[in-house]
């Protein structure tokens, strides 16, 4: 499964962006698809947003109120909206999504990171 991240860019603090990923390749099932991004002031990957199958969210509680995650399968997308951004947001974006394939083997793919930068 191959996942390919874009969108990411140089905004001020208050802007919105979008970022979005293609997912494409050998899928039967998706469990969950997710948002992790890793900070430049401590070099973690940490959970952003996810969406389960079922379509049920979850976010951390920074980005509460701010972002929304969405998939839309019928395109293989997942999107993240970004809305009030803050410096804090900074960092590089990976897209993660957990499933089974057509072999019924489960997967866990990660795209390749698109970094969004937010100036005070």
């Known amino acids: 499964v191959q996942l390919q991240a874009s969108g990411g860019g140089l905004v001020q603090a208050g802007e919105s962006l979008r970022v979005s990923c293609t997912v494409s390749?050998?899928?039967?099932?998706?469990?969950?698809e997710g948002w992790y991004r890793r900070s430049p002031d401590n070099g973690r990957r940490e959970l952003v947003a996810?969406?389960?199958?079922?379509?049920?969210?979850n976010y951390v509680d920074s980005v509460k109120g701010r972002f929304t995650i969405s998939s839309d399968n019928a395109k293989n997308m997942i999107y993240l909206q970004m809305n009030d951004l803050k410096p804090e947001d900074t960092g590089v974006y990976f897209c993660?999504?957990?499933?089974?394939?057509?072999?019924?083997?489960?997967?866990?793919?990660w795209g390749q990171g698109t970094k969004v930068t937010v100036s005070s």
């Open positions: 390749g050998n899928i039967f099932s998706l469990v969950d």
């Open positions: 996810e969406i389960t199958s079922g379509g049920s969210t």
């Open positions: 993660n999504v957990r499933g089974l394939n057509q072999q019924d083997q489960f997967f866990d793919s």
